[in-house]
């Protein structure tokens, strides 16, 4: 099997989960901006793609490139400006998640806050950190099944 990571964020944290859930492949993987991809996506068996999400909106460029994903199974994952918990915010992935061209193929999302919170906790946390790695493992199992 092989992963791709694509960091299309322009945030730190952005950049640290995806490191993270590079980390976390337990198989063949390469990891790249999205200014920088490979030829060929449907090489991969699966493309993991992050991405920031301000006010829970992404970039018209980060829109258009999902959009153009095509053949390839996906799995998504994004910092936010804000909680990454509640209705807002999962009502906001799964937009993103609309935005994947037809024949892409769904595979799941995380994401976390970026920046302190509320409680005045910089995020990503370990914790956060930790479960990007979980998230890049359960889809690793789930392409085995």
């Given at each position: 099997m092989r992963g791709l990571v694509i960091?299309?964020?322009?945030?730190?944290?952005?950049?640290?989960v995806a490191q993270n859930i590079y980390d976390g492949i337990l198989f063949e993987k390469d990891i790249c901006r999205?200014?920088?991809l490979p030829d060929d996506l449907r090489a991969y068996d699966v493309v993991f793609v992050g991405f920031d999400m301000k006010s829970n909106s992404i970039s018209e460029t980060v829109r258009t490139f999902l959009?153009?994903?095509d053949d390839v199974q996906?799995?998504?994952?994004?910092?936010?400006?804000g909680p990454a918990v509640g209705i807002?915010?999962?009502?906001?992935?799964?937009?993103?998640r609309e935005c994947l061209g037809r024949s892409a193929r769904f595979m799941g999302g995380f994401i976390c806050s970026s920046g302190p919170d509320c409680d005045n906790i910089?995020?990503?946390?370990v914790g956060d950190l930790l479960g990007a790695?979980?998230?890049?493992?359960?889809?690793?199992?789930?392409?085995?099944?």
């Open positions: 960091d299309a964020g322009d945030t730190e944290a952005t950049r640290q999205l200014t920088s959009g153009s994903l996906v799995a998504l994952f994004a910092t936010v400006d807002t915010t999962r009502a906001a992935l799964r937009r993103n910089v995020h990503p946390t790695i979980d998230f890049a493992r359960d889809i690793g199992f789930s392409l085995r099944s």
